[in-house]
């Protein structure tokens, strides 16, 4: 029994070894947060000094460019559909959204906010017809429009959740809130007070709290009842106190990691079976056990980590134009 138990962690432990980082573009004087995977070919990024960016070779190569008219926007999150079709969020200053049909060639404006102290911080698409975007708090109240028939409407005050004191969003990835089922949405927030927020109710994260940079910065999906959740403090990226939790009921009960990941994580992405991959400042960080046990695998830091929606590939991004794939994984472990 336990030269079997031996065998199975040195296979374990080759396993996670075996997975790396490889940085694939730094050319981009930007730093982006905006991760979007089509499909194994298909990646598009999106950043400061409002700069987008494209490949269609699985990143090979990468078409850069600044959007006309938005030199200094800093877009935060995308969501791409095709080669062809995306959508970009521009935080602040007014907020904006902006759609392109045409690869990037040209862009429209499919919403602008003017209001003082409007800040949008993350997007999420069922598919091209619906989507949700979230936004810190205006009136004490988060801010949450929805896009239906390529119109974003947004909520009407009294149907927007209600915010304490110094509580807000990070949008640090675009994966503080996700689609769940029946166009029905879950987020998380951060700051002094750090919760979930689903079903039109507040639950209180295990998670480090209390001050500005503390609190739940990403959540990912398994299934309508099951969700991962990092963050921790992003002014103390080596720090795990706080920075993980794990639930199977919706919130109900939590669960911790023995080994959790090893520092501040503003991303985390759901992988299939029981796979997980987690990036921050100081690295990223991977469990195939639902968190039970994390294993760093790279030590360069990226904003955002995520996997193609129509394929196994996973792609990082982060300051600096960096932009980073998974490899040395295979494809029965990516899903």
């Given at each position: 029994m336990i030269r079997i138990y031996f065998l199975f962690s040195v296979f374990f432990i080759t396993t996670i070894q075996a997975q790396q980082v490889k940085i694939i573009s730094a050319e981009a004087k930007?730093?982006?947060?905006?991760?979007?995977?089509?499909?194994?070919?298909?990646?598009?990024?999106?950043?400061?000094?409002?700069?987008?960016g494209k490949s269609t070779d699985g990143g090979n190569t990468w078409k850069y460019q600044t959007v006309k008219g938005y030199e200094k926007t800093d877009f935060r999150d995308i969501e791409a559909f095709d080669e062809k079709t995306a959508i970009i969020m521009g935080i602040d200053s007014p907020a904006k959204i902006l759609k392109t049909i045409n690869g990037g060639d040209s862009w429209a404006i499919m919403f602008e906010d003017t209001t003082k102290g409007m800040f949008l911080d993350a997007m999420e698409f069922q598919n091209?017809?619906?989507?949700?975007?979230?936004?810190?708090?205006?009136?004490?109240?988060?801010?949450?429009?929805?896009?239906?028939?390529n119109v974003w409407k947004p909520?009407?005050?009294q149907r927007r959740p209600p915010l304490d004191s110094g509580e807000a969003?990070?949008?640090?990835?675009?994966?503080?809130?996700?689609?769940?089922?029946?166009?029905?949405y879950v987020a998380i927030s951060g700051g002094i007070h750090s919760n979930l927020l689903i079903d039109n109710k507040k639950i209180k994260l295990p998670m480090l709290q209390g001050r500005e940079s503390t609190g739940a910065n990403s959540i990912a999906v398994k299934d309508v009842n099951t969700f991962m959740i990092v963050g921790g403090d992003f002014m103390k990226k080596d720090s795990i106190e706080g920075n993980y939790c794990f639930t199977k009921d919706k919130g109900k009960t939590w669960k911790f990691s023995k080994q959790p990941p090893s520092g501040y994580r503003s991303c985390v992405e759901y992988l299939g079976k029981s796979?997980?991959?987690?990036?921050?400042?100081?690295?990223?960080?991977?469990?195939?056990d639902d968190g039970l046990h994390f294993n760093k695998i790279s030590d360069e830091g990226f904003h955002v980590c995520r996997k193609a929606k129509n394929g196994t590939e996973v792609f990082f991004a982060g300051g600096k134009g960096r932009i980073g794939k998974l490899v040395g994984l295979t494809a029965e472990n990516k899903r």
């Open positions: 930007s730093s982006f947060r905006g991760l979007s995977v089509v499909d194994d070919k298909t990646i598009w990024v999106s950043g400061s000094n409002g700069i987008v091209e017809k619906f989507g949700v975007v979230i936004g810190d708090p205006i009136e004490g109240k988060a801010f949450v429009a929805k896009l239906s028939d909520n009407a005050i969003f990070f949008a640090s990835s675009g994966t503080n809130i996700r689609i769940l089922d029946k166009n029905d796979n997980w991959i987690t990036c921050g400042l100081n690295g990223v960080d991977y469990t195939k």
